[in-house]
């Protein structure tokens, strides 16, 4: 019998694991060779030493390296695995067969195509080797695809990558995490099917019944729940409607939960039971009790594979098979150790499920409902197949539900940077109508399709109950990035405040959770400004923020008809920030990749005045200029009224931000006629400057020789898509901003990228003093103080606090970094300047290929 002390010590074995794969997914990058040989001396040490002396913290640290051993050793393997670069951006004929379920997509102009896992047949050796596998998306296919199916495709190979956003999503991980070595896209020219699937595996079973709900329920919104309840498909519910779920707190209800596998786990244990105890002869065999807790475990295991084997649904089938394991052994474990054993196994088996968020909602969870009493005795019933009156299963479920909202609040906020206001009153209807209606009706509905109808109009009732929830005003708590001491106590705060202590003890618990809740937000002094270019791909977007205010400076591409940067990158980017006003919205043109995410941000912050290229707004023109926070703002292109007769690139805004001698230059896609007239009109004192947003990506059609002259940059930021394909930027523009001693970032190779007026300047040019960019400090004048002045508007004011709009659907820090006498507590609040790429430095970052790169060079 394991006493209290040995089982903290031998749970606290079991999670060393974690711990060394977690340092893993931490690198910047993977041992070497001398290193792997020193790591293997070092894990045999740790067991001789443990064998001798059977201390338990001896155990632990050899169980923390072989953590560390087994993920790094499993992460080369896939690292290696990964395309060659040498075939990054070539097309070539590949045949292979459909390995996953097809997802739908919209590409640009609403056009339809999948997206699906390819596994490549075996070719003759090849230099260099094509990958096994590869992640496509093809676009107007003759027919669609199935799961195994032979198809010919032209490929277009590109490795693993995504966009590199503070705190954003890593594309780059994910496809590391599904083991995908490269990407690739194909049209419709020479895609050609070759074979039938196989119709017995279990994603063409999979495919065949998202394809019979879809046949047989009218409501599209409908027929995708009912698809992520029975099969896992999540990709069958709208963003629309995901945002609907993520806003009022019921998103982890739609996809297959720890609840629903328990529930297909008590249903299948209690029909199991009451049948076989109408045979003696098979109660004689062996037990019904027996019996239907095995049965009830193999159907969630059957269950959870049907359903597509998410985290989740392991972590629910792990923990049931153990307590089965060990009731059938008659064994007392504690809570803590079933669940370390559960989690090792699930991590074990996939060392990047420690990535994911609802590894840690889940586990997370659990934790809170065993701690607190609340989950022993409800996987006992569904292992048994036993339950209690309805009163205690209501009081239950209640309590579960409150503990589980308040205990995994600061989690959901360091993880989505949102909480539901409106989740108890959302999920106190959604929890038993998803659990014990919408569930089994889609499950039930394999067997007789008319259920499936039954179940959409219920989630059409749902969704009219959430829509409404969702329509009130701040029904959605969105908070800034905290720093990570408060994001532990946060931690540490949510679990006291959930378990049933004191509420003395809870209410010092809330304190705990203060720091997250209302960090110190990072806000440049006055005089000074900041300037934000976040990765949007091929695209342009840029943020300028001044001691109080906030302009965006176009707002990114739109990859799709339900996909765009104002939504993907800009919103959370600002929120993150602490924004929720923009004093100033300026869309420079109309093109889809600077005016992509416009609508996003309409409807996802107040937006006090809107200039160029956006709905109801006054174009620019110049000679309009204001002045925030002692921060000079000045319009420089186009001529007034000359707008609306230019094309759309030769109309693009130019905007000069200046000041205390410091100045950046956002010029959209203006062209050579454009710079031509600017270098005329403004010369060197006009258009000198620290920073210059390079015009129209880099293309050749810009950037010509007189007006790199003119400005003479310190720094040239160019943002364009990864291997886009115009070639930007072009190689003989980059060179002529690297022959005039400028220092050229790209953003597929820096990530975002942030500048500061009050830092240092870069050190990209020579000590040179016959260097333009050297001389800007002494030659620019000062910003004046006061507004006054001639041009319109004079000033953009500060409006006062508006009303809530409709909602929308650590690094290290740099030696650079100044700090403006703000204490050491509050810094890393806000975004270090730099290199966003620099910043993250993890193994699973490809290394830049393009040869124009961050602030260490090529």
């Not at 390995?99 to 339809?112: A, Y």
């Not at 027929?223 to 519910?237: E, I, M, N, P, R």
Request: hydrophobic share 45%; with cysteine.
């Amino acid at each position: 019998m394991l006493t209290r002390s040995t089982a903290w010590q031998w749970t606290l074995v079991l999670i060393a694991p974690l711990c060394g794969i977690g340092i893993v997914h931490r690198l910047p990058r993977l041992p070497a060779a001398w290193e792997w040989a020193v790591c293997g001396w070092m894990l045999v040490l740790m067991v001789s030493l443990s064998l001798k002396t059977r201390r338990w913290w001896m155990w632990g640290l050899a169980a923390l390296l072989l953590g560390f051993v087994w993920c790094a050793a499993r992460a080369q393997m896939r690292m290696d695995d990964r395309l060659d670069p040498r075939l990054e951006g070539k097309t070539q004929a590949v045949q292979g067969l459909v390995d996953s379920l097809p997802q739908q997509v919209l590409g640009m102009g609403g056009t339809e195509g999948w997206r699906f896992e390819f596994k490549l047949s075996p070719q003759t050796p090849q230099t260099p080797p094509w990958p096994s596998r590869v992640l496509l998306s093809c676009y107007g296919m003759p027919s669609t695809p199935q799961v195994g199916e032979r198809w010919s495709l032209q490929v277009k190979w590109r490795r693993p990558r995504g966009l590199m956003n503070p705190h954003g999503s890593d594309s780059a991980l994910w496809l590391l995490s599904q083991n995908i070595p490269a990407v690739g896209s194909c049209s419709g020219k020479a895609q050609t099917r070759e074979s039938d699937g196989r119709p017995w595996s279990v994603d063409a079973w999979r495919q065949r019944f998202r394809e019979a709900i879809q046949r047989e329920v009218d409501d599209a919104r409908g027929a995708g729940v009912l698809s992520a309840l029975s099969l896992g498909d999540q990709g069958a519910v709208s963003s629309a409607d995901w945002a609907l779920y993520r806003d009022t707190g019921v998103a982890h209800l739609l996809s297959v939960s720890g609840m629903h596998v328990t529930m297909f786990a008590w249903m299948a244990g209690g029909l199991a039971g009451w049948c076989w105890r109408r045979s003696s002869l098979l109660c004689l065999w062996w037990p019904a009790p027996r019996a239907a807790l095995w049965i009830g475990i193999l159907a969630a295991g059957a269950y959870a594979l049907f359903s597509g084997w998410g985290v989740p649904a392991q972590r629910t089938f792990g923990l049931l098979l153990i307590l089965a394991l060990l009731q059938q052994a008659r064994a007392q474990w504690p809570w803590s150790m079933s669940l370390a054993v559960a989690a090792l196994g699930v991590t074990g088996a996939d060392p990047w499920a420690l990535t994911q968020p609802g590894y840690w909602l889940s586990f997370g969870a659990v934790a809170l409902l065993m701690s607190s009493g609340g989950l022993p005795s409800a996987v006992s019933s569904a292992a048994n197949g036993s339950q209690g009156g309805w009163r205690a299963t209501v009081f239950g479920g209640l309590r579960s539900q409150w503990v589980i909202t308040v205990g995994l609040a600061p989690l959901t906020l360091l993880l989505f940077q949102q909480l539901s206001v409106v989740g108890l009153l959302a999920n106190a209807l959604a929890i038993p109508l998803v659990s014990y209606a919408l569930t089994p009706l889609a499950l039930l509905g394999i067997v007789w399709t008319p259920l499936w109808q039954a179940g959409a109009w219920l989630v059409s009732g749902l969704n009219l109950w959430l829509e409404w929830l969702d329509r009130v005003d701040a029904a959605v708590w969105f908070l800034p990035w905290a720093p990570l001491w408060a994001q532990v106590l946060g931690l540490v705060g949510g679990v006291v405040v959930a378990l049933p202590w004191t509420w003395t003890v809870r209410l010092a618990g809330l304190g705990l959770c203060v720091p997250l809740l209302w960090p110190v937000l990072y806000r440049p002094d006055p005089g000074t400004f900041e300037l934000l270019l976040p990765d949007v791909g091929q695209g342009s977007a840029a943020v300028v923020r001044t001691h109080r205010y906030t302009l965006v400076f176009d707002s990114g591409p739109a990859w799709g008809v339900d996909a765009d940067a104002g939504d993907r990158v800009l919103l959370p980017l600002l929120r993150g920030l602490g924004e929720r006003t923009l004093d100033l919205l300026m869309v420079s043109h109309a093109d889809q990749d600077h005016a992509g995410g416009t609508e996003p941000l309409l409807r996802g912050l107040h937006v006090t005045h809107r200039w160029g290229a956006v709905p109801d707004a006054q174009p620019c023109e110049r000679g309009q200029h204001w002045v925030w926070d002692q921060v000079q703002f000045d319009v420089l292109w186009p001529p007034p009224g000359q707008a609306a007769d230019l094309k759309r690139n030769a109309s693009s805004c130019v905007l000069r931000v200046e000041a205390g001698g410091r100045r950046v230059l956002l010029t959209g896609d203006i062209e050579a006629a454009q710079e031509a007239k600017l270098v005329t009109m403004d010369g060197w004192e006009g258009l000198g400057t620290d920073v210059l947003v390079v015009p129209h990506h880099g293309s050749r059609t810009s950037s010509t020789a007189a007006f790199v002259d003119a400005t003479s940059p310190t720094v040239a930021a160019v943002q364009s898509g990864y291997l886009n394909r115009f070639g930007h930027p072009r190689p003989e523009v980059v060179d002529r901003y690297r022959q005039r001693g400028a220092l050229v970032v790209n953003s597929p190779d820096c990530g975002a990228w942030v500048w500061r007026s009050s830092t240092q300047a870069m050190q990209a040019n020579s000590a040179d003093p016959a260097n333009p960019a050297n001389r800007l400090n002494s030659a620019k004048p000062a910003v004046p103080a006061e507004p006054d002045g001639p041009g319109k508007p004079d000033v953009l004011d500060k409006p006062d606090k508006p009303d809530k709009p409709d909602k929308p659907d650590k690094p290290d820090k740099p030696d650079s970094v100044a700090m403006s006498g703000r204490p050491f507590w509050t810094s890393g609040l806000g975004l270090e300047p730099g290199c966003e790429r620099a910043h993250r430095r993890r193994y699973w970052l490809p290394p830049p290929v393009s040869g124009v790169q961050g602030p260490e060079g090529p």
